[in-house]
């Protein structure tokens, strides 16, 4: 009996995250899905991917990158949910005022819901924000929404 093709599946790296904790450098969280080449090269779902970054944030719901990431998945075409992905990045800018790309994808989410005033003062603070980082491309872009706006 003889095979042409042997289906092994293959490890891919989605997410890894580490931080410094008492000058000492931790892994986070490392997680990998598995790909089966004869259905495409990157089988990953929308379900899976949001099933994989809801159990990273269970285990560390402090970080920002996860809540963001989550809203992402919530924007997505398949399942475009403008008020959960509004949620989702509320509490990412809870854990870091800072965290500058949730303010462009939050007044995105406030547009097409049609609250363009609520849009508008979100950009507003977030090239404040932008400003307070020194961070101009920031500026730039969140300045270039706002303009679009009006």
Not at 2 to 26: G, K, L
Not at 35 to 64: C, F, I, W
Not at 84 to 107: E, G, S
Not at 127 to 148: F, G, T, W
Request: contains cysteine.
């Amino acid at each position: 009996m003889m095979y042409d093709f042997v289906y092994r599946p293959i490890p891919i790296c989605v997410y890894w995250r580490t931080f410094a904790a008492n000058s000492s450098c931790c892994l986070l969280a490392l997680r990998a899905f598995a790909v089966n080449p004869r259905v495409s090269r990157y089988h990953v779902t929308m379900t899976n991917r949001l099933e994989q970054l809801q159990k990273l944030h269970a285990a560390g719901p402090t970080d920002p990158d996860v809540t963001y990431m989550i809203a992402m998945e919530h924007a997505k075409p398949p399942g475009n949910d403008p008020a959960t992905t509004i949620d989702w990045l509320n509490k990412t800018l809870d854990l870091d005022p800072n965290y500058l790309y949730a303010y462009f994808q939050k007044a995105k989410a406030l547009s097409e819901l049609g609250q363009t005033d609520a849009a508008k003062a979100t950009l507003q603070l977030g090239i404040q924000n932008a400003k307070n980082a020194s961070d101009p491309k920031a500026v730039s872009e969140l300045s270039e929404l706002h303009q679009s706006m009006e």
